[in-house]
């Protein structure tokens, strides 16, 4: 099979001046080549395509192929996810992982949680705010955890994310929307224990591929799962994997995330992020179809290890369950190939 593969990767955009924030969310080298290695290990031919605009360049050109790895998050707009599978939509070309409308609404957290909600899956409540004067409309009382309304990657996210007093959120807002230049979303804080959920598959077919709770380390920013701490975690965070058959709390966390999983509609592989409140009842609080794939550093290879899934063989896997949902292989005449 020829598989091409998209990404931004981060090296590329820095080169070019933007800030490491900027690029908090792009792939380094190494996530290309074990993405390469990985799909050449199973007997497929790989081609590098890049960004969105290199792959409208080869579109153009002629250039096709059976299915595209797809791990490209975008830059610009709160559709920047959704930008790479709405192109191979309109030529019909099979990609992996989540479609646009999946890509789109589970980037925006407020959106997401509207649907969550709907769909009576348990969240926190929450508000999204443009402007710092409609803090107002929080109805629900402190501690709040605010954050960007459509980053990833923990951007945005640190200590002073936690916000104890009701006459501190504007300021907080204010600043956020400062930076990020996006909507606030202010959620009650959750105190608990926190967990990210690998699943592999889609709709009937996904499986939790393994969770882990996150333990925050001494030396790292206390009582949040921020940018700081997951850019050092192996110095600041410790993983440990919950097993549903001696932790029952893992059990209810893994049956939270693979019904949210559903119910968005999320393909092939990603991650789950679930916070227990102060009563100890898991909460969801978001959802990454577009999980990271560095092999070491990445939540969800990190996941994989600790299950013992190979990187290659969690690749495989997404693979697989791409093309089992692939209907009929793409038809029309022969086109170069990269």
């Given at each position: 099979m020829r598989i091409g593969l998209t990404y931004d990767l981060r090296s590329d955009y820095q080169a070019q001046g933007y800030t490491e924030d900027e690029t908090a969310e792009f792939d380094r080298e190494e996530t290309i080549v074990g993405i390469e290695s990985a799909l050449q290990s199973l007997g497929h031919e790989t081609a590098r395509i890049g960004n969105v605009q290199r792959l409208c360049e080869r579109l153009v050109q002629g250039f096709r192929w059976d299915l595209v790895f797809n791990i490209a998050e975008g830059l610009h707009g709160i559709g920047r996810e959704a930008q790479v599978p709405a192109v191979l939509d309109a030529y019909g070309i099979p990609y992996t992982f989540s479609d646009p409308l999946v890509m789109s609404l589970t980037l925006h957290k407020g959106m997401t949680k509207r649907v969550i909600r709907d769909a009576g899956v348990p969240t926190s409540d929450f508000e999204v705010l443009e402007t710092p004067a409609e803090t107002g409309r929080v109805r629900f009382g402190p501690p709040y955890f605010v954050k960007p309304v459509a980053e990833g990657t923990g951007k945005g996210v640190s200590a002073?994310?936690?916000?104890?007093?009701?006459?501190?959120?504007?300021?907080?807002?204010?600043?956020?929307?400062?930076?990020?230049?996006?909507?606030?979303?202010?959620?009650?804080?959750?105190?608990?224990?926190?967990?990210?959920?690998?699943?592999?598959?889609?709709?009937?077919?996904?499986?939790?591929?393994?969770?882990?709770?996150?333990?925050?380390?001494?030396?790292?920013?206390?009582?949040?799962?921020?940018?700081?701490?997951?850019?050092?975690?192996?110095?600041?965070?410790?993983?440990?994997?919950?097993?549903?058959?001696?932790?029952?709390?893992?059990?209810?966390?893994?049956?939270?995330?693979?019904?949210?999983?559903?119910?968005?509609?999320?393909?092939?592989?990603?991650?789950?992020?679930?916070?227990?409140?102060?009563?100890?009842?898991?909460?969801?609080?978001?959802?990454?179809?577009?999980?990271?794939?560095?092999?070491?550093?990445?939540?969800?290879?990190?996941?994989?290890?600790?299950?013992?899934?190979?990187?290659?063989?969690?690749?495989?896997?997404?693979?697989?369950?791409?093309?089992?949902?692939?209907?009929?292989?793409?038809?029309?005449?022969?086109?170069?190939?990269?």
């Open positions: 002073k994310s936690v916000i104890r007093r009701r006459r501190d959120l504007p300021e907080a807002c204010r600043q956020l929307l400062a930076v990020y230049r996006q909507p606030v979303l202010v959620e009650r804080f959750l105190p608990g224990r926190e967990f990210t959920t690998g699943i592999v598959g889609t709709g009937a077919r996904a499986q939790a591929l393994g969770t882990m709770e996150v333990l925050l380390l001494p030396a790292a920013e206390p009582g949040v799962y921020s940018y700081h701490n997951k850019e050092n975690s192996e110095d600041l965070v410790r993983y440990r994997l919950v097993k549903p058959q001696d932790d029952p709390l893992g059990a209810e966390v893994e049956d939270l995330a693979l019904n949210a999983w559903r119910v968005l509609g999320c393909r092939d592989a990603g991650r789950l992020d679930v916070r227990c409140d102060k009563r100890g009842r898991p909460q969801f609080i978001e959802v990454n179809p577009l999980a990271g794939l560095h092999p070491e550093h990445s939540d969800l290879p990190i996941i994989g290890g600790l299950v013992g899934v190979s990187f290659d063989a969690l690749i495989a896997r997404v693979l697989e369950s791409a093309i089992e949902r692939i209907a009929s292989p793409r038809t029309g005449p022969p086109a170069a190939c990269a």
